[in-house]
DNA sequence: GTGCTCATGTAAGTAAAACTAACATAGACG
DNA sequence: CGTCTATGTTAGTTTTACTTACATGAGCAC
């Protein structure tokens, strides 16, 4: 088995957990029921365990095949949704903004009720999308994006760059911070989706081994790190204000260029006019404000 | 097209993104060539979109390329670290506790430094994985599951019912909150992954149209509700701090019974025996506590 | 207990998808 | 200009996903 199932066969698991019958599934996705028999006979051969128990003439989910059900519904389902966002439109007065979930929970939402202020008028919808169809067929009415920019069709406007470092919570190791890139590298790192080649070449160290807890969520990353758990590498757009705060602190003042720099994005429409220039013009500067705190600390 | 593109073309896209070559993509897969090219042409074709600029004999990625190849290497990234997973070994004093991420920040997390307190020579691990094959075959040592129980060939013992319950922020509309469940699902709602079902028909009211805001990360909800851009249908356990802190208040008394309740799950196996126990028992006295804390609020 | 209905399972055949092999085109370089 | 090599295309082959037909057994009414 590669690494993940076929998906005909993760399909008809869902279907069948979903509705409890073979039958009903079949019916549901236009197939027979002899087809989604052998998808779920094929998976069961692939995981190896047993997703149904066989009772009379039907079957009922095993546990294991609930929690997989739960996890694949979720999947499966936010597949659907994006399906159904490509032919949803926005509504007036409402701005309907694609963000990465990092970024608007870090950067735009803590400064969201600034635009509320100016704008009592609007509703912000934020979607946790990068799919730059969004954009293009109008679902979105503005999105923030990291990229080199280049979107053809899109207006675009660049925010700001950002960079990478390493955080750590003032307490971490009982106050005894690491001062030098090979003390980093050698304490608990907390490992995330970022690669560690880029410091560690500006830093001259190797880099950190595989050793180490491995968190695919950066709210989590940033929280474990709060506790003491580790350093983490992470951009310095989602950390500015808890290192402001003092709730954590850079290690060394090695700082790197992250490759993809932030975005506004836009389609080009009458409809949109008012909301998109407003937006654009609070949140230019409300990026004029953060950089500019960014400043006394470079 | 179906509402994923098939395996085989991402697979491919993702490797030819990373090496900036056909050639050298068909050789790391173990294909030809020409499987590679059909698969990149396949699936431009199903998105629409051109994923590659070719320029003279090679190609090089779009900016739409960019992004998705991002978006594609993540996802396949975490499957192949599961993969890498399953082969690991936990290391001594090292507890690896598999939780569910929004468990793991709101409930386990901010409770971890007791633990540190008491077994300061411990060093816990937080792996965001459901997987009960991770349990099975030892690669954790302990997961905080929600479920049925029953899981064979596991330890398991029964932590905590959990409910959902609808939260807003105290500030929400002013302040003029709603206090009848149709004002609830007459207002903006967060919309989250939880089904509004169960707490409609219990409340009597008629479940909320699709309208508004769809968020699929739940710790981005609560910040967007805690910034009072709607109410949100949330598990009780996830919020519990913050309607103790006052940052968020619970809408009407409705509290609807969670299907799945919270387990502590681990295999039972020698070496682990001595930090499952502790573990365990420290989070079944958080447990106690967190159940007490509730009381007088029931 | 018998007979009927119906739900899932299995085997073989058919259609579609994924791949290979061969050929084509054009860019890069000496 | 000639050679090498990278991607693209076409046709054939293999594999996967589905259909059709048959099998088994549970559930239910009489």
Redesign the pocket.
Known sequence: MSTLP????L??FEA?ARL???????AE??????????????LEDLLGIAL?I??????RLSEDGRLYALQIRIGLGEITEATRLVRARPRVDEVVVAVLPSFGLHWLLPRLPRFYARHPHYRVSLRASLDIQDLRQGLVDIGVRMGQGGWEGLAQKRLFDDELVVVASPAFNGGRLPQTAQEVVSGPIIRTVESWLGWCSAAGVEEPGNAGLWINDSNLVMEAVRLGMGVALERRSLVHAALQRGELVQLTDIRVPYAYPHWLVWPQRESSQTKQRDFTAWIEEEVALYLASLAPAA
């Open positions: 076929p998906l005909p066969a399909r008809s069948v409890g019958s073979i039958t009903l599934a079949a996705m236009h197939v027979t029921h002899s087809a989604i028999s052998q998808q779920i006979k094929l149904f066989r009772e009379g003439r039907g079957l």
